[in-house]
């Protein structure tokens, strides 16, 4: 028996040396990809931002790579999520639309009415526009 093996297979009466011991050959490194150490004990770790993948193929086992002569690398679709739009709530009031506007250099075009700019100007910025009156509250998104 090996030094590797002795304390984990104390019944393995077959000799042999550390080349060809059956615990260091079944021992795989995904850092590295290659059998005889385990991860936490790899001589050349990556760095932190190199261990996550990038690609599908690095999730399937280097065996059925080989097996299935997968040579492809497709890219893992990134899945962002989308913040909520932001509620800006403002009075129905033209002169407080145009004062809004001009705050942020925002010019109305010709045939539109401020409101309409200011609907523009919200989903643009991704915010929905609750405009608020005297007696009710109109939602607009």
């Not at 040396?17 to 590295?32: H, M, Q």
């Amino acid at each position: 028996m090996c030094s590797i093996c002795k304390d984990i297979l104390v019944d393995f009466a077959v000799e042999h040396d550390e080349l060809y011991c059956p615990v260091r050959n079944s021992r795989y490194c995904s850092y590295c990809a290659q059998y005889g150490h385990l991860t936490r004990s790899c001589p050349a770790p990556p760095p932190l931002w190199a261990r996550e993948p990038v690609y599908i193929e690095q999730l399937i086992p280097p065996s059925d790579l080989k097996r299935y002569n997968i040579t492809t690398l497709t890219p893992i679709p990134q899945h962002t999520v989308e913040k909520p739009p932001q509620l800006l709530e403002i009075k129905d009031n033209d002169k407080v639309i145009a004062a809004y506007l001009s705050a942020r250099s925002i010019k109305t075009l010709k045939g539109f009415t401020k409101r309409k700019m200011l609907e523009e100007y919200a989903k643009q910025q991704n915010k929905r526009i609750v405009f608020i009156n005297d007696r009710t509250i109109n939602k607009s998104s």
